[in-house]
């Protein structure tokens, strides 16, 4: 990795580029009796090289507020459970395997004071190319065995704001308050290939799943935080946070998802809202209590020669 910058009066600017290369195999440890040709052994090496370009400028208003903006475009290498098409069975690898491509642009502001600091960022990221194998037990039509869903042409758009504030109360008192507004969707139409586990034939490829503007699952999209803290000049300090965490949504089923799935249900219809919805979990909240304490043993110790200290913390957290 190599990076650059450059520091002026009025602005500062950076740039950077990195360079990796991922080699990935699999090994099988038996040979399957479905598979005897490509279970067991070394698989063929799959190289991916990557390379990441990443520049920015920081606007310097006067020596408290500034202004920055970032772009970035890097290449990553798919994970290795996603390159094969059942990697517990056999080494067939996923058609036209590619690195991930990742654009992303961000902007904010920056306000920093003795007593006051404040942060707005504005972000913008598309994740195209990305791959993903699911596994599941299918009871469904022919299937009514444990498949593999491998999904190509996936892409992801990430964009919001976050927001921050750390003030210092004065008398050992200060607080933070945060917030993350993010909208995470699916912006195309994957491409689905289906392997099941028991028979050596592909069951099924290019099929089109239908999971355009769902939300990216398994992560909140906001998420909300305040907190206090007290910290007295005998080395002992309290905070009090609470934190909420809303607008997250369970997983989707590609197999609900295509044409075969759909070709017998009305449009429109009650059933087919269902199978195409998505489920939003509710919101949640925690209450989080932390204490700490300290003390410099060479007070008590002068044979130590380095500066020792005991350190005790307490943390306890409530959910609601």
């Not at 006067?62 to 059942?86: E, H, I, M, W």
């Not at 491509?101 to 190319?129: C, M, Q, W």
């Not at 008590?300 to 609601?320: C, D, E, G, I, M």
């Amino acid at each position: 990795m190599s990076q650059a910058n450059a520091k002026f009066d009025r602005i500062d600017v950076f740039g950077a580029i990195s360079t990796t290369s991922t080699t990935m195999f699999r090994e099988g440890n038996y040979k399957n009796g479905l598979f005897p040709d490509n279970s067991f052994g070394k698989s063929e090496k799959l190289r991916f090289s990557d390379i990441g370009l990443k520049g920015g400028a920081t606007y310097k208003v006067n020596g408290r507020n500034y202004l920055f903006a970032n772009a970035a475009y890097l290449t990553r290498a798919p994970l290795f459970d996603n390159v094969f098409v059942s990697p517990r069975t056999r080494d067939v690898v996923v058609d036209d395997v590619t690195n991930e491509k990742i654009t992303s642009v961000e902007g904010g502001y920056l306000y920093t004071a003795p007593r006051l600091k404040a942060k707005a960022v504005f972000y913008h990221t598309i994740f195209n190319d990305a791959i993903e194998n699911r596994s599941f037990y299918l009871d469904y039509g022919s299937f009514k065995s444990y498949i593999n869903y491998t999904l190509t042409d996936i892409e992801r758009t990430h964009s919001g704001t976050e927001l921050s504030v750390d003030a210092n109360l004065g008398k050992g008192f200060s607080a933070t308050a945060a917030a993350a507004i993010g909208s995470y969707f699916y912006s195309s139409r994957p491409l689905a290939t289906i392997t099941i586990d028991n028979t050596n034939t592909v069951n099924s490829t290019g099929e089109t799943v239908y999971i355009k503007n769902l939300h990216v699952e398994l992560t909140p999209q906001n998420a909300y935080a305040f907190g206090v803290n007290y910290r007295s000049t005998k080395f002992w300090n309290v905070g009090l946070s609470a934190n909420y965490f809303a607008n997250s949504y369970f997983d989707f089923s590609p197999a609900r998802r295509t044409d075969d799935a759909l070709q017998n249900i009305e449009k429109d219809s009650e059933t087919w809202k269902n199978l195409l919805s998505q489920q939003r979990t509710d919101g949640q909240f925690t209450l989080d209590l932390s204490a700490g304490w300290s003390y410099k043993l060479n007070n008590k110790f002068k044979s130590l020669k380095r500066n020792t200290f005991f350190l005790v913390y307490l943390n306890v957290k409530q959910p609601a």
